[in-house]
């Protein structure tokens, strides 16, 4: 074979070869997860976000006045809602994908601070439960409520949808609403936290309503249990049943075990 046929050939499959390789389908950018060149490099990178501290997931600050914080819109809530924006974007984007279904999603509570989850815990210790000894009172009140300093609504990461009544979630509308939940939140990083406690699971009675956005509430948990201990759960009354009812490990921890295992 001549020269020149060679390089006719040679530069025949350059460019056959090189235009169908070009012709593939390119690789989709995985913005979510991170490339690093050494195990060195990846341990540079902070566990936890820079702003997460004992007072953040305490509950104590003012998610008002925090920038990482916004107003979910009025048509999507029942009253002012905040949320952390993160969350939001993701909430509204479940949404919009619930409403091309005909499932209607409204938030009736958000973050909750310090405060606010005290005048809950005080308003049924003192009068909704107040005929109950203060050990059973404590007890009824866990039923749904958490003790301040130890509610999920701290963080900013979980919301109430729709309705506070699991019956609500049993039939028509409401039951529509929660099959689509079901099968759907979880693409938008959502999931039930406190499900049925038939499994064994302790802590909170189930909350149909209750979804927390997992991919920040995780950290926080993580968070949550290296950092907090009974020193931290204070000014309250009924605080000191905190360690005989172990509310770390059967409340704070007392969620959904298939997403307890799955790690931030």
């Not at 916004?70 to 949404?95: D, H």
């Not at 439960?129 to 990461?157: D, Q």
């Not at 000014?235 to 770390?248: A, S, W």
């Amino acid at each position: 074979m001549s020269i020149y046929k060679i390089f006719i050939i040679f530069v025949f499959s350059t460019l056959f070869f090189g235009n169908f390789t070009s012709c593939k389908p390119k690789q989709k950018n995985r913005s979510s997860e991170l490339i690093f060149t050494s195990k060195e490099e990846k341990d540079t990178i902070p566990k936890y976000p820079n702003y997460l501290t004992k007072e953040y997931v305490l509950g104590k600050f003012d998610y008002t006045k925090n920038l990482g914080f916004k107003v979910v819109p009025k048509q999507n809530s029942t009253k002012k809602i905040y949320l952390r924006k993160e969350v939001l974007v993701n909430f509204l984007l479940m949404k919009d994908a619930a409403a091309k279904d005909e499932i209607v999603l409204k938030i009736i509570s958000g973050t909750r601070n310090f405060k606010h989850q005290k005048r809950i815990w005080n308003y049924k210790w003192n009068e909704k439960y107040n005929y109950l000894t203060p050990l059973n009172r404590v007890i009824k009140i866990l039923e749904y409520s958490a003790m301040p300093s130890t509610s999920r609504h701290h963080w900013g990461t979980d919301l109430d949808l729709n309705s506070l009544n699991n019956a609500y979630f049993l039939n028509g509308k409401g039951k529509a609403t929660y099959n689509w939940l079901q099968e759907n939140a979880s693409k938008f990083g959502f999931y039930q936290v406190y499900t049925s406690k038939k499994t064994g699971r302790k802590g909170y009675n189930e909350e149909k309503w209750h979804w927390s956005y997992l991919p920040l509430s995780s950290i926080y948990l993580n968070y949550y249990n290296t950092h907090i201990t009974q020193k931290d759960i204070t000014n309250f009354e009924g605080q000191e049943f905190f360690t005989k009812l172990n509310i770390i490990k059967n409340y704070v921890n007392g969620i959904n075990e298939k997403i307890l295992k799955l790690k931030p």
